[in-house]
């Protein structure tokens, strides 16, 4: 499996950006997903999940800003981001659960893969 994010750039703050992250390998659907994120000198982060079945969770400072949503028919994720601010600034990674694991949606170990990261620069 893997995944592969894209998306990323450098925006004013208050303004927008949609990642994307395409799943391809031996996947029939797309299991659990999510995004966490890394700014520098920092560890990384949960942002937000989505099930497969498609209830989503979020981490308490992107409530409200961003939307995590899923099309299973193009095996991919995405993460729209409104109202940026400079604390966005980050390397964001998208990640997958394998099926029929136990999962955790906050938790970085409850993902089996991980794509390579996008980098997210939001300036004041």
């Known amino acids: 499996v893997q995944l592969q994010a894209s998306g990323g750039g450098l925006v004013q703050a208050g303004g927008s950006l949609r990642l994307s992250c395409a799943v391809s390998?031996?996947?029939?659907?797309?299991?659990?997903m999510a995004w966490f994120r890394q700014a520098p000198g920092q560890e990384r982060e949960f942002v937000a999940a989505?099930?497969?079945?498609?209830?989503?969770y979020y981490t308490d400072s992107v409530k409200g800003r961003f939307t995590i949503s899923r099309d299973n028919a193009k095996n991919t994720a995405y993460l729209q981001m409104d109202s940026l601010n400079p604390e966005d600034t980050a390397v964001y990674y998208c990640?997958?659960?394998?099926?029929?694991?136990?999962?955790?949606?906050?938790?970085?170990?409850?993902?089996?893969?991980w794509g390579q990261g996008t980098l997210v620069t939001v300036s004041s």
């Open positions: 990640a997958q659960a394998r099926l029929f694991r136990s999962w955790s949606p906050e938790k970085g170990t409850s993902y089996d893969y």
């Open positions: 390998g031996r996947t029939a659907n797309i299991n659990h």
């Open positions: 989505i099930s497969r079945s498609g209830s989503t």
